[in-house]
C-alpha cells in the first residue's frame, strides 16, 4: 500500500487548504483512513478519520467544525478539508490507512499500517 499525500503549503490565519492523498490499493474502500500531524518537538497527533466505507468520521475536539474529512473511493482518494485555520494548525499531515480498525483506535497512530509521506502546512498569524 503506497499514500501520497499532497496539497500543503504556507497559508495566512484564516485561509483554507485542502489536502488530498492517493492510495495505490486494490479494494480502497475496505481500509479506513486517518489524517495526523505532527509539529516540531511534538508527538504525532489524531486529526480526523473516516472509517471504511466512509459511514463514521471522527475528529480531534480542536479542529471539529473546522476540519472536514472526505473520501472518494471510485479515485482512491481520501481528502481533509481545512477552514479557518490557526497558527497552531502548523504542522506536517500525514494520511494514513489500515483495514482492521475499530471506532475506539481510530484516532490512534499505532493502529495504522500504513503511512503517506507527509505535507508541509504552514499558517502565518
Known amino acids: 500500500v503506497q499514500l501520497q499525500a499532497c496539497g500543503g503549503g504556507l497559508v495566512q490565519a484564516g485561509d483554507s487548504l485542502r489536502l488530498s492523498c492517493a492510495a495505490s490499493?486494490?479494494?480502497?474502500?475496505?481500509?479506513?483512513l486517518g489524517w495526523f500531524r505532527q509539529a516540531p518537538g511534538k508527538e504525532r497527533e489524531f486529526v480526523a478519520a473516516?472509517?471504511?466505507?466512509?459511514?463514521?468520521?471522527y475528529y480531534k475536539d480542536s479542529v471539529k467544525g473546522r476540519f472536514t474529512i472526505s473520501r472518494d473511493n471510485a479515485k482512491n482518494t481520501v481528502y481533509l478539508q481545512m477552514n479557518s485555520l490557526k497558527p497552531e494548525d502548523t504542522a506536517v499531515y500525514y494520511c494514513?490507512?489500515?483495514?482492521?480498525?475499530?471506532?475506539?483506535?481510530?484516532?490512534?497512530?499505532?493502529?495504522?499500517?500504513?503511512w503517506g509521506q507527509g505535507t508541509q502546512v504552514t499558517v502565518s498569524s
Open positions: 494514513a490507512a489500515d483495514r482492521g480498525l475499530i471506532t475506539r483506535t481510530m484516532n490512534n497512530p499505532a493502529a495504522y499500517a500504513y
Open positions: 473516516i472509517k471504511r466505507y466512509g459511514g463514521y468520521t
Open positions: 490499493v486494490r479494494d480502497f474502500n475496505t481500509y479506513s
